[in-house]
């Protein structure tokens, strides 16, 4: 046992990454050095503000603010992802009247909607709730899309034989085997909604991560722009990483691979 | 399906391909949508929200006043430097990822970092510090691709079938002729996709680059566009460069993917 | 079988030791040290209970394993010699035709005009003439199998590997390519090393048979020495085969 954590700590410390870190931030100093510009902080700098701004609580007003949006605009696309998705995976048609739609929505870029969104709403919550619906509702469509069609008709046609109830079978077939399917596009339509908020917040808001975030373009400061991308991005990453991705592993443990590395 | 050794014939594939574009249930969709589109927008009456013929009225203005392909040209160098140097890096780090556990672990937790940071992030920094010129795009471009297609390409390079392998060795295969069968013909899907999802990045961020540090380029015209709060412009000049990327696409990226895969029974449906 | 001239051992095994050792450093043995003969010419098959460590001795033999302690000489004992192995899946490549998979593994030593002829000598020999340019993907299992068995003739090998060649193929694919095997082996006088499960496939196909044990030691060598062709109806047949399986009940059962 206390080899098994020696040996654990051992990997730890022995892991490469922290050579690729220490090459990283050595360069990164080097340079700050050298050109010794305002544009180029030292790490110690950066680390210096993240600091500041974690331990003064600074950054919860405009961490709340983008929050709201994101998780307001993230769960209407969530309802149209979903609603879409079945449509088109349950009735040909509209599959082959939606699909292209949903294939131009996954195509034109963030900064379009957040552009567009910003223009027609102006600073109002409308503006980013519509930018994140457009930009993440296909990724959820496309996946429950996915899901349905994977359905295993055999085993609907199992459970017929066995006369199970529709309300049994939804709970203990359908549902289940749609889970995996909804937790990868809620996964991937999460990653986009943060980011095209950012985009609507730096063109268009008053507060929030993306509005700091220009404030510190439009002051030079890369610093700035680099510990609040460390506390968002932490954030976001720490949302994705331990909630919905173990999530999604949970919910897929049945399956044989979790596939696609998008 | 593709049957390899039926030789497919030139003028049977263009006619079938054009069949299938013009006689095709999507232009009724298309035409759907299109007057979905228009009538919303007669119906809402927001003054800011273009009916379909105002923006095909800017998207005229924009090809008859010549900037288009100058525009498009600007943007299309940085995105071919940028992608290309990404590819390169990335296939490289891919490849060293693959085959060594040292530099998968060296890398790994920098390529997770790159993968999750907005594009925003690196075309805001990449102007930042190195101001308004080429360098700054293709700075911004290269980081931002190059983990996807690192990630696609380690992949590629696990996929190799050891079993394959084996049969080498008890066959003593040389290593040219392994690397030239074996590893390549795995490897070359794999860089495929890394370089369609790398492409995509790739423009993505070129076009944030121009919004915020470019004098030119399709990204600095969206910028102008909104401006001058013109939403139809930024849907025209957003709808010519999608059809560029789609040309690219269709026109490039899927026939050498099918030219690469056609040994495969199926070729899986591009979404 | 044919021994005017005294037969030349092409297989020399002598104290093969095989050790595994997995990542928390517990050793494994699988083979306690195992010697064999195999002559020129001699169709050998070994059965053996699952995890005897059947394929991990062809594995050493081939030289994707390394021993633990041992020797382990083919051919005249130089280095060279050349080897050919059938897998239990045919291990083609998937992007070549099945022409050209047999291409792949040409010597460096031969030309490639000599090489072209001995394809098409040993597809035709399988039977599989019609289909050089097809894509693997478009032939059945028994033709892909079949694929591979060309592609270990034509290097003319000193030896020919075969671990559970078709155990993958249906009862009759397999017969038939039992058959096919023999036709093969009775025109080249190929050695044969062959792994099944089936005892029935053993004393069918092999000259000599050998029984392994769960340890991994050489439980039974025995000659077959019934006349070909070998026909499940034959008496002779019946009895060796009845006697074939008592024997490797009773192995089992000793563990
Ligand atoms: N690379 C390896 N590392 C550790 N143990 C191994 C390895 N390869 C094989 N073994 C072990 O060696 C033993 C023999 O394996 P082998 O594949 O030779 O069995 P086999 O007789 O061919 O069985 P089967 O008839 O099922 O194919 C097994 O217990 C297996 O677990
Ligand atoms: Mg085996």
Redesign the interface.
């Known amino acids: 046992m206390r080899v098994k954590i020696a040996r654990t700590i051992a990997n730890f410390i022995w892991h490469p990454r922290w050579i690729a870190f220490s090459i990283i931030l050595a360069a990164w100093q080097i340079v700050a050095v050298k050109r010794n510009s305002r544009v180029i902080p030292q790490p110690a700098r950066v680390w210096n503000e993240f600091w500041d701004l974690l331990s003064n609580f600074t950054f919860v007003d405009d961490l709340w603010a983008s929050m709201i949006r994101i998780v307001l605009g993230f769960g209407v696309a969530f309802l149209v992802g979903t609603s879409v998705g079945i449509l088109m995976g349950s009735r040909r048609t509209w599959n082959e009247f939606l699909h292209d739609l949903v294939v131009f929505g996954l195509a034109l870029p963030g900064l379009v909607y957040a552009l567009i969104a910003v223009m027609l709403f102006g600073q109002a919550l409308w503006a980013p709730v519509l930018a994140i619906v457009l930009t993440s509702y296909p990724f959820i469509a496309v996946n429950v899309r996915e899901g349905i069609i994977a359905l295993d008709k055999n085993l609907l046609d199992m459970a017929k034989t066995y006369r199970i109830k529709k309300r049994k079978q939804l709970l203990k077939i359908i549902i289940p085997s749609l889970l995996p399917f909804i937790f990868s596009g809620i996964r991937l339509g999460f990653s986009m909604s943060w980011k095209v908020n950012t985009l609507v917040e730096v063109f268009g808001s008053t507060n929030g991560v993306g509005w700091q975030i220009r404030a510190s373009f439009d002051t030079y400061s890369v610093h700035g722009m680099l510990a609040w991308t460390l506390i968002f991005g932490g954030t976001m990453l720490l949302i994705e990483y331990r909630i919905l991705t173990p999530a999604e592993r949970y919910f897929s443990r049945w399956r044989p691979k979790i596939d696609g590395i998008i | 399906m593709i049957i390899p050794n039926s030789k497919p014939n030139k003028k049977n594939l263009i006619r079938s391909f054009l069949q299938g574009f013009f006689f095709n249930r999507r232009w009724i969709t298309f035409v759907v949508l299109i007057l979905c589109w228009h009538f919303f927008v007669l119906a809402v009456d927001i003054d800011l929200l273009p009916t379909p013929g105002r923006v095909l009225e800017s998207l005229r203005e924009i090809m008859r006043s010549g900037i288009f392909f100058g525009q498009l040209g600007d943007s299309m160098v940085r995105i071919g430097l940028g992608f290309s140097l990404a590819l390169t890096l990335g296939i490289i780090t891919g490849v060293l990822m693959g085959s060594r556990d040292f530099w998968n672990k060296f890398f790994q937790d920098l390529i997770v970092l790159g993968l999750s940071l907005p594009g925003l992030v690196y075309a805001l920094l990449s102007v930042m510090i190195f101001g308004i010129g080429l360098t700054a795009p293709v700075a911004a471009i290269t980081a931002a691709s190059l983990p996807f297609i690192a990630v696609n390409v380690r992949e590629g390079v696990r996929s190799i079938d050891k079993d394959l392998l084996d049969m080498c060795r008890v066959y003593k295969i040389d290593r040219v002729r392994l690397i030239r069968q074996i590893v390549l013909p795995t490897l070359i899907p794999f860089i495929m996709a890394a370089s369609r999802i790398g492409f995509t990045v790739a423009w993505k961020v070129a076009v944030l680059t121009e919004v915020f540090g470019a004098s030119t380029g399709i990204g600095y015209q969206m910028r102008y566009q909104f401006q001058i709060f013109s939403v139809r412009g930024i849907v025209a000049w957003a709808l010519l460069f999608g059809l560029v990327m789609l040309v690219i696409e269709y026109g490039a990226l899927i026939p050498m993917e099918r030219y690469f895969n056609r040994w495969r029974p199926t070729i899986e449906k591009v979404v | 079988m044919t021994s005017k001239t005294k037969a030349q051992i092409v297989v020399q095994i002598k104290n093969l030791v095989k050790i595994f050792s997995d990542e928390k450093e517990r050793e494994h043995c699988v083979l306690p040290g195992i010697s064999l003969n195999v002559f020129e010419g001699t169709f050998l098959t070994i059965v053996g209970p699952s995890g005897s460590g059947k394929t991990t001795l062809l594995n050493i033999i081939?030289?994707?394993e390394e021993k633990t302690s041992g020797t382990v000489k083919i051919g005249g004992g130089a280095d060279g010699s050349?080897?050919?192995?059938v897998?239990q899946?045919a291990?083609l490549?998937?992007?070549?035709?099945v022409e050209e998979n047999l291409r792949?593994?040409k010597?460096?030593n031969t030309t490639e005009e000599s090489f072209k002829e001995k394809i098409h000598h040993y597809l035709s020999l399988v039977e599989l003439n019609d289909v050089t340019?097809?894509?693997p993907?478009?032939l059945s299992g028994g033709m892909q199998q079949r694929v591979g068995i060309a592609?270990a003739l034509c290097?003319e090998p000193a030896v020919l590997l075969m671990d559970e060649p078709f155990s993958h193929l249906d009862e009759i694919t397999a017969e038939q390519m039992r058959v096919e095997l023999l036709r093969i082996w009775e025109d080249t006088k190929q050695t044969i090393i062959f792994i099944t499960h089936d005892m029935q496939e053993a004393v069918t196909l092999g000259d000599r048979l050998i029984m392994f044990n769960f340890r991994g030691e050489i439980a039974e060598d025995l000659a077959v020495d019934l006349h070909r062709p070998r026909k499940f109806s034959d008496r002779s047949f019946i009895e060796f085969y009845a006697q074939s399986v008592e024997r490797f009940q009773n192995i089992r059962k000793k563990e």
Request: hydrophobic share 40%; charged share 15%.
């Open positions: 081939a030289g994707l050349q080897l050919a192995y897998f899946s291990r490549l998937p992007w070549l035709t792949f593994v010597p460096e340019r097809h894509y993907h478009q592609r290097i």
